[in-house]
């Protein structure tokens, strides 16, 4: 049997344009989630400025992740039929207008609506799974969409970044600089963005490829273990900071702070996660991480001390970003090359609304009762739950 060999250059090349593309897609990710996450970190700011009330707050930073949940639908399908090259520099460019018009919103109407368009910054996630994933092959695809989704990164660089240049150059200016990074992520992708060699649009109708990829029984069971994996990590990702300083009475700058340290290292799991299921096995991962889950959200559900809490909230950070990249490990593998970008978009979404929700809740509970208790342990009943099927059913049927 003869063995025919690609040429060396064309290797190289293919290798070229797989880097290109990845830090390309990593990039656009982390900036468009900055834009996405630039209202929390000013949640306490905007609570003292307009006097608004813990629910108040909560609908506030919760507004652009059920937008952004939502959109995903909308932008992974597109994504299939125009390809992530276009759709990103479209999604970018388009994003930089409510990032504007929130600079100088100061009304709690305004930054509602400016909230709500901001929210489509946070769907450009359902581009770049397709994007990425027709780059590389399956074996490599964990890996590589866990480097991908390092790009939620931008939400800890918020975290760090919005109050601090705010505070030293005024509210306006977070908002003017992650303009400016949009338009270049916009321009980047129309310059030096292609799309993966031999990538076709897909000729189906919309609705046709969005229930397709919604009936298909592993895309339904991601998107339930992403709510929780994905929608834990946004949801504390946002209201971390509110809670910190209610809890433990930290100032706004330093509960931002170590909102994004948990940010930061649930983004560095996720790459860990996808390389882990690339070997082991999504689901043998995801089982992991979903009993160590529970665990924590018990610990910190009684406020111990500090020194208590800050270990309980790094290692629920980690484990829920180990499972972010064990969910797209396994979606690359199991899911149609031509139905990713919908399968991705139905599992996104439902990422982003278990982010939305749970913000809400804990408002109201914290409203109602003065602590935040109930509603963590809300959150360990949900994780034993999802644990007892992925390791009885997802883990067998492996």
């Given at each position: ?136 092959p399956p074996e490599r695809r ?52 292609r799309d993966a060699p031999g ?34 990590f946004v949801a504390f990702g ?161």
């Amino acid at each position: 049997m003869t063995t025919v060999q690609a040429p060396a250059g064309a290797s190289t090349a293919a290798t070229s344009g797989r880097t290109t593309a990845l830090l390309l897609a990593t990039a656009g990710f982390a900036v468009n989630f900055w834009a996405w996450a630039l209202l929390s970190p000013l949640g306490p700011v905007y609570k003292e400025l307009l006097g608004l009330t813990p629910l108040e707050v909560s609908i506030l930073v919760a507004v652009p992740v059920v937008i952004g949940s939502l959109g995903r639908i909308v932008l992974g399908a597109l994504t299939d039929r125009y390809g992530g090259r276009l759709m990103f520099a479209v999604a970018s460019l388009l994003g930089v207008v409510p990032v504007i018009f929130l600079a100088f919103a100061s009304s709690y109407p305004t930054l509602l609506a400016g909230g709500l368009v901001l929210g489509l910054t946070g769907a450009t996630f359902a581009i770049g799974v397709p994007f990425v994933s027709a780059w590389f092959p399956p074996e490599r695809r964990g890996l590589a969409l866990g480097i991908f989704g390092m790009g939620n990164i931008g939400t800890a660089i918020s975290g760090f970044a919005t109050p601090w240049i705010a505070a030293q150059y005024g509210r306006p200016a977070p908002f003017l600089v992650v303009a400016v990074a949009m338009v270049a992520v916009g321009v980047a992708f129309l310059v030096i963005g292609r799309d993966a060699p031999g990538t076709r649009p897909a000729a189906e109708p919309f609705l046709t490829r969005f229930v397709t990829a919604a009936r298909l029984r592993i895309t339904r069971e991601l998107a339930a273990m992403y709510a929780l994996t994905f929608g834990g990590f946004v949801a504390f990702g946002v209201y971390l900071p509110l809670y910190l300083k209610a809890e433990y009475g930290l100032t706004t700058a330093d509960a931002a702070a170590r909102a994004a340290g948990f940010v930061l290292l649930a983004t560095l799991a996720r790459p860990v996660g996808g390389w882990l299921s690339d070997r082991m096995g999504g689901e043998k991962v995801l089982s992991a991480v979903l009993a160590t889950v529970v665990v924590c959200a018990i610990v910190v559900s009684f406020a111990p001390v500090m020194v208590v809490a800050t270990p309980g909230f790094l290692v629920m950070a980690a484990a829920l970003g180990l499972g972010n990249g064990a969910v797209f490990a396994l979606l690359g593998r199991g899911v149609p090359g031509s139905m990713v970008g919908s399968a991705t978009g139905v599992v996104g979404a439902a990422g982003g609304l278990g982010g939305f929700l749970p913000p809400i809740v804990m408002g109201l509970i914290f409203q109602s009762t003065g602590s935040y208790a109930i509603g963590l342990m809300l959150l360990a009943t949900m994780a034993c739950g999802a644990f007892v099927y992925c390791w009885f059913i997802l883990r067998r049927r492996a």
